[in-house]
């Protein structure tokens, strides 16, 4: 496709649960952005992927979340015994570049529902 | 603590008028700024830009200005149109670094 697509839109986990958050870049891309947007807020960020180098995970809130860009392309982000403060939307963003600004491409996002 | 702050949740404004959209920083290492724009159920998309070396960057109906000694920049929409209903938030980046810090948003709304 030509713009970033992310997968499932809608995700619905009991707490406790495993979920696994799908992130296919524009194709060439060198760099990944993980965001959380939890209601009412901005974007937060969680990780940067430049190729398969996980460069930045200081915005990952706690051990639970995991991302991982093994071939340099699509990207996975786990969130592990998901907790309800878990819930918003993830957003995946891609740069052909090393960095992001205005060269910056977002996904649609997934939107996490812990119950 | 929020280093980019837009405290306005939402604007109304009619077709045809100004709008305008407000944001304060308060990192002063932050060295370049990005306006995104989000419709319901979609990604931000890149709107405009400025760099701290400016104090203004117009692209056709949109133009941003800062103020650094103010810590302050705002975007002028004009003029405002139906289409441009949507959130909008305000981004930095500080130099070297990959890491955009966004504000919570501004919702506009464009009436006829």
């Known amino acids: 496709g030509a713009g970033v697509s992310q997968s499932p839109r809608y995700k619905v986990a009991k707490r406790g649960q495993d979920v696994a958050l799908r992130c296919d870049p524009i194709?060439?891309?060198?760099?990944l952005f993980w965001y959380q947007q939890a209601l009412g807020q901005g974007p937060e960020f969680l990780t940067y992927?430049?190729?398969?180098?996980?460069?930045?995970k200081s915005g990952l809130p706690s051990d639970r979340f995991f991302a991982e860009r093994p071939e340099g392309s699509v990207s996975t982000l786990k969130i592990q015994r998901t907790q309800q403060e878990d819930s918003a939307v993830y957003l995946c963003?891609?740069?052909?570049?090393?960095?992001?600004?205005?060269?910056?491409?977002f996904g649609q996002g997934t939107r996490l529902t812990v119950v | 603590d929020q280093q980019v702050k837009q405290n306005s949740p939402s604007l109304s404004v009619q077709e045809g008028r100004i709008s305008i959209l407000n944001c304060d920083y308060t990192?002063?290492?932050?060295?370049?700024f990005l306006w995104y724009k989000k419709y319901p159920a979609e990604g931000p998309t890149f709107l405009i830009s400025?760099?701290?070396?400016?104090d203004k960057n117009e692209d056709g109906r949109f133009t941003v200005f800062l103020n650094k000694s103010a810590k302050h920049l705002s975007l002028h929409i004009v003029p405002s149109q139906p289409g441009d209903s949507a959130v909008y938030f305000c981004?930095?980046?500080?130099?070297?670094?990959?890491?955009?810090?966004f504000g919570a948003g501004t919702r506009l709304a464009v009436h006829p």
């Open positions: 990192n002063s290492m932050f060295d370049y």
């Open positions: 963003a891609s740069s052909p570049g090393q960095g992001l600004g205005t060269e910056a491409f």
């Open positions: 400025i760099s701290s070396i400016k």
């Open positions: 992927f430049q190729n398969e180098a996980q460069l930045d």
């Open positions: 981004a930095a980046l500080s130099g070297g670094y990959n890491k955009l810090i």
């Open positions: 194709s060439g891309h060198v760099s």
